[in-house]
């Protein structure tokens, strides 16, 4: 299973972006019955949840990312989407997406967001 994320990029405080991770090399029943989500690290930092999804569709965020990101997911596409609105530059990171399917964790690479003040 690959993940591949994108989307990352530059933006000024108060901006929005969208960040999407695709799936390959797995079945659908698999993706669809998995778990995935969005961890950050910022420099310095330990790694973070950021925001995850279950397979139902119920959904937890990070308290300091509540209203304003928003997950979700595409079964069909096998991929998963974090909305980032009113960005912060606290929220300067890199982000990493995964999918837990199959009682294993799968990550991507990871894509730098910067939010300049």
């Known amino acids: 299973v690959q993940l591949q994320a994108s989307g990352g990029g530059s933006v000024q405080a108060g901006g929005s972006l969208k960040l999407s991770c695709k799936a390959s090399?797995?079945?659908?029943?698999s993706f669809w019955s998995g778990q995935m989500g969005w961890y950050r690290q910022a420099p310095g930092k330990q790694?973070?949840?950021?925001?995850?999804?279950?397979?139902?569709?119920?959904?937890n965020y990070q308290d300091s990312v509540k209203g304003r990101f928003t997950i979700s997911r595409d079964n069909a596409k096998r991929m998963h989407y974090l909305q980032m609105n009113s960005l912060e530059p606290e929220d300067t990171a890199v982000y990493y997406c995964?999918?837990?399917?199959?009682?294993?964790?799968?990550w991507g690479k990871g894509t730098q967001l910067t939010v300049s003040s």
């Open positions: 995964y999918v837990r399917a199959n009682s294993r964790h799968y």
């Open positions: 090399g797995i079945i659908l029943s």
């Open positions: 790694r973070e949840l950021v925001a995850e999804i279950r397979s139902g569709g119920s959904s």
